[in-house]
């Protein structure tokens, strides 16, 4: 899995988006399953550890409807990319930090591994 943004300033009170891809090398079918409240990790040079929350673009005069999230299916060979927006709260100081996603896939034998993008250097400004 990788990750990359376009701007590695994240300014307290507003949103970061990443792009993540992520390819399946094996020759069976796996299943990613969905980003939790701690997928997203931001960790400064002592060890200061923040978990980023994601931003869902939703109308907000539509009612909401909840929804079961189930691993979403990545094919043998194929690769997938996805925008994702984090909010960068104002427990967060200012500093420069390393954004790491840590995930999970499952495969179809049911077996469940964890995955860890690259690491990203965001400098975090008010």
Do not use: C, F
């Amino acid at each position: 899995m990788a990750i990359e943004t376009t701007n590695n300033i994240a300014v307290i009170g507003l949103t970061i988006t990443l792009t993540e891809r992520i390819r399946n090398q094996s020759q069976n079918g796996i299943g990613l399953i969905p980003a939790d409240p701690t997928s997203y990790i931001l960790t400064n040079q002592l060890g200061a550890t923040h978990y980023l929350k994601i931003q869902r673009n939703r109308n907000p005069h539509e009612p909401y409807t909840a929804t079961v999230e189930v691993p979403e299916l990545i094919e043998a060979g194929e690769k997938k990319e996805w925008l994702v927006n984090l909010k960068v709260t104002e427990d967060i100081a200012p500093g420069d930090y390393e954004l790491k996603d840590v995930r999970s896939i499952i495969t179809e034998s049911n077996e469940v591994s964890a995955i860890i993008s690259n690491s990203l250097k965001v400098k975090v400004v008010k």
